[in-house]
């Protein structure tokens, strides 16, 4: 699974309703070197859906997601 | 032996089917075809699809309950905008269950004041505008009012506005550790949800029925159009903030081809439903052309950025169990059934906000919706060139 994966930057997006995760992950990103791997949880399932465009649309590249009892964990790397 | 390989081969089907409707994601550009043609059936069957006339119903008469308003509202089991919203938060709830989706989830203490000042801002707006970005963007555009497109233009304006703003809070106030999430509450209700989900769909049969009963066939029938706008809107989670803060944000335009769709199958509908003469040409021209349906947009729009929600998109979310929204459209309601009051108030006021503009008066009905439709295709075709240019994209 995806837990294997060792994030350079963890952020904690719980609690956070659209568009809050998507523009603090994007900045998270801005301020990482490409190659690292940010790694975001967050409890919005609305993030699920965003994530794949977001990341394709920004050149990174979404390793995996877990979700375990309404959390999810986010792995990107910088692209 | 075969009946029960039959069975089986039944059972496999049905399985896939709900998987296929309930877990699997629903493409954006689909929802929006799929309301395009809901609002054409709506209006068809009765009225057009509205959201924020139902929440003030329900302002109204928490107002003449507490005695602030002397005159009682329509009643909200019959009032058709009631019962639309009804069914729009009825459709969700049951889909975000179907799908293992609803949770009660909590948000830091900074969200929810956002949620209350965002959904004032979007309660007052859609006042000045005569509707939300259904009523006052959406089916205005459709039913052919200039104010629909004077409220479209507000809308790109306040989004861009309410991102700069969020942009600006990022950077200036430092953001609490979130509490810890409740999540979906505990693994057992999320496998029972599904079963609550059904419940909750076999109840909208049985009131959609008792209201047939009753010689109230077209309020259960907009019951019904209610819950499947929620269905769809849910499963696709279609949301209207991100056509108009994507191409801003993300430089993404795929909400926005997803509304060009929807909105051009409305257009068409409601043309040949108008033109016809099969329904009245006022429908849904409101008196807020230019000034209410701009300013209106503006501030609805910088309110959809804070609140994460528009009229429709707070509805759902709320019912998906997302506290922040609910807080949203709980003020959303309030404010919107106080400033209307306040707009009707004076006349002053009311010949601000403006007046009715019926496009096809002007140029006539083929022209107005080649000009919509041009309109439509030239916003698609800027997003998408947007998003290999970045041209309008907001850096931070």
């Known amino acids: ?79 | 032996m075969s009946d029960n390989n039959e069975t089986s081969v039944l059972g496999g089907i049905l399985k896939r089917a709900y998987s296929s409707v309930f877990y699997e994601n629903w493409p954006i550009w689909f929802g929006g075809i799929l309301i395009g043609i809901m609002s054409v059936i709506t209006f068809g069957w009765a009225r057009p699809w509205g959201v924020v006339g139902g929440l003030r119903n329900w302002a109204d008469w928490f107002f003449n309950y507490i005695g602030i308003y002397s005159q009682a509202p329509f009643s909200p089991i019959i009032s058709t905008g009631s019962i639309l919203t009804l069914g729009l938060f009825w459709g969700a709830f049951g889909a975000a269950l179907m799908s293992k989706q609803f949770g009660i989830r909590n948000a830091p203490g900074f969200e929810l004041i956002k949620g209350m000042v965002g959904g004032t801002l979007l309660g007052i707006g859609a006042a000045m505008a005569g509707g939300c970005n259904v009523g006052g963007f959406y089916i205005a555009i459709s039913a052919m009012s200039f104010a629909g497109l004077a409220m479209m233009v507000g809308l790109i304006a306040g989004a861009y506005l309410g991102l700069r703003y969020l942009y600006w809070e990022m950077e200036h106030i430092p953001s609490k550790p979130p509490k810890p999430s409740k999540g979906s509450g505990g693994k057992s209700l999320v496998e029972i949800e599904p079963y609550i989900g059904a419940i909750v769909f076999l109840g909208a049969i049985v009131a959609a029925w008792f209201y047939a009963r009753n010689a109230y066939a077209r309020v259960g029938g907009l019951l019904l159009c209610g819950i499947v706008f929620g269905v769809i809107i849910q499963r696709t989670r279609f949301c209207f903030v991100r056509c108009f803060r994507d191409p801003f944000m993300t430089g993404e335009g795929d909400m926005v081809r997803a509304v060009t769709y929807s909105i051009v199958i409305s257009i068409l509908g409601f043309a040949a439903l108008k033109w016809t003469g099969l329904r009245g040409e006022e429908v849904y021209v409101t008196s807020t052309f230019w000034f209410g349906s701009l300013v209106g947009g503006i501030i609805f729009g910088f309110g959809m950025l804070l609140t994460g929600g528009c009229g429709s998109g707070s509805v759902w979310r709320a019912a998906e169990g997302h506290i922040k929204l609910m807080v949203a459209v709980f003020f959303f309601a309030l404010s919107n059934s106080l400033f209307k009051a306040l707009i009707k108030s004076s006349e002053g006021f009311q010949a601000l906000i403006g007046y009715k503009f019926f496009i096809p008066d002007y140029i006539g009905y083929k022209w107005t919706v080649i000009i919509l439709l041009a309109i439509f295709v030239v916003y698609s075709l800027v997003a998408t060139w947007n998003e290999e240019t970045d041209k309008f994209t907001v850096e931070m």
Not at chain 1, 31 to 59: E, F, H, R, W
């Open chain 1, 1 to 79: 699974m995806a837990d294997e994966i060792k994030p350079d930057v963890t952020i904690d997006l719980s609690g956070l309703s659209c568009p809050m995760p998507a523009i603090k992950m994007k900045k998270e990103l801005k301020g990482m070197s490409s190659g690292q791997v940010l790694l975001a949880i967050g409890t919005d399932p609305g993030t699920k859906n965003d994530l794949p465009g977001m990341c394709k649309k920004g050149g990174h590249e979404l390793l995996g997601v877990d979700e375990e009892g309404g959390t999810f964990k986010y792995y990107i790397r910088k692209g």
